[in-house]
């Protein structure tokens, strides 16, 4: 779900007035009753994704794993209440879900990490340290590949030993080797003089 | 993405030996809180990571339950169990805002903030909350038991109470505030998933024994 190359003109617009609009509308969508509304908000929402010109492999993943929800959703609401409640739900719902999915597929996630930054940044005052935050989400997608390399690694291992699928024994190692993995990068930033104190703006 | 700033306290590589070793001892006597701090930080980015990787990897199917089960959440209950309440919640944190931000990091490859409003949003708030429970019933009671059947059995119960309990406090509510079906209905729901959460409770509570017993001090 990562705007690759969107060259739309939805993503020019600034991600904090995208993701505003997103939260004014999402509260708006629940305030309006009228099935009627709903599927003009469903439709135009329809026609705001089109205009953004995601290519389909990376919408039909979410779009499959959605549509299956709400299919479970409608049936359920449907004989429990009246099936024009469950029109309104699934309807209300499914305009959220490509509304929403039209703001994250024309932002670059270097945009939106920027905007989380800047939400976060009032928490300095709070004794917060915003600087350490920014550290351990660029660290974590750093260490996202090395540690499924882990994993892989202990279970084929443990698969030589006939164990791969004893939990314990593929689980224990991962986790091991895991904080082995911090103590040494904590050591090696520590050796490099990271000074992890709360800068002073 | 803005790289955090590397500011280096001693500029000079080539010093005599005997200075740097005073340099070091100086260090690790003034600057004992900030490198906490940064293992704290590295903590949490690695079991952040960990819990994302376990998200990217196929889920697996034991004959007996019927619902296929992705070891996302073992990675949320790992968290709490061996770094405590405060760190542990931070690293199912980091994957929930990493999530949101767009990258496919939840089972399944999804990501994105349309997973958030989605009928499904409130399970990933759950897991901050599981975690927090997790982390705090085992700081502050099960490691401090001595019995090792006694120890099992209340680590057991923790992770039950924080990785059941506080992930479907978030979860059934929300699924039933957001679709519009009554709470009966929605916890019924999640119910398909309880013998998988069971299975992972139970792998939960014997690894972060085992590591607690080995790695001492981990959470302090």
């Known amino acids: 779900m990562i705007a690759a190359h969107n060259t739309s003109y939805l993503s020019r617009i600034k991600p904090g007035w995208k993701f505003g609009s997103l939260l004014v509308l999402s509260i708006a969508l629940y305030m309006i009753t009228s099935w009627q509304v709903l599927l003009v908000a469903f439709v135009l929402s329809v026609f705001l994704l089109a205009s953004a010109r995601v290519p389909m492999k990376f919408l039909r993943g979410p779009l499959i794993s959605i549509t299956i929800i709400l299919g479970v959703v409608f049936i359920l609401l449907g004989i429990q209440t009246d099936w024009l409640n469950a029109l309104r739900s699934v309807l209300r719902l499914l305009t959220m879900c490509l509304l929403a999915y039209s703001v994250s597929l024309t932002t670059r996630f270097s945009e939106m990490l920027e905007l989380f930054q800047q939400v976060a940044s009032p928490l300095r005052y709070v004794g917060g340290n915003p600087d350490q935050i920014a550290l351990a989400l660029s660290m974590t997608i750093r260490f996202i590949p090395e540690l499924k390399k882990v994993y892989i690694e202990v279970r084929e291992a443990q698969h030589a030993r006939g164990l791969a699928n004893n939990p314990l024994a593929v689980t224990v190692p991962l986790v091991v080797r895991s904080l082995k993995i911090a103590d040494e990068t904590a050591e090696a930033l520590d050796a490099r003089g990271y000074d992890s104190a709360p800068t002073r703006r | ?220």
């Open chain 2, 1 to 220: 993405m803005p790289a955090a700033t590397i500011r280096h306290r001693h500029g000079a590589s080539f010093t005599p030996i005997t200075p740097l070793l005073l340099l070091s001892l100086g260090k690790s006597m003034t600057s004992s809180t900030s490198t906490s701090q940064t293992k704290n930080t590295v903590y949490i980015a690695v079991f952040a990571a960990m819990i994302a990787a376990m998200g990217l990897l196929p889920p697996i199917t034991l004959g007996i339950i019927p619902v296929p089960i992705t070891l996302q959440t073992l990675g949320v209950m790992l968290a709490g169990a061996l770094l405590g309440p405060w760190r542990g919640a931070m690293a199912s944190l980091v994957v929930v805002v990493l999530a949101l931000a767009g990258l496919p990091l939840l089972a399944g490859g999804r990501g994105g903030f349309g997973v958030f409003l989605g009928p499904t949003g409130g399970y990933l708030l759950g897991w901050i909350l599981g975690s927090l429970i997790i982390g705090a019933l085992f700081k502050y009671w099960v490691l401090r038991i001595t019995g090792k059947t006694a120890q099992f059995f209340a680590g057991l119960l923790s992770v039950i109470a924080g990785g059941i309990g506080g992930i479907y406090l978030c979860g059934v509510p929300w699924t039933a505030m957001v679709t519009g079906l009554d709470l009966g209905t929605s916890l019924l729901g999640s119910a398909a998933f309880l013998p998988g959460d069971l299975f992972k409770a139970v792998v939960t509570t014997l690894v972060a024994l085992t590591v607690h017993r080995s790695y001492r001090g981990l959470m302090k």
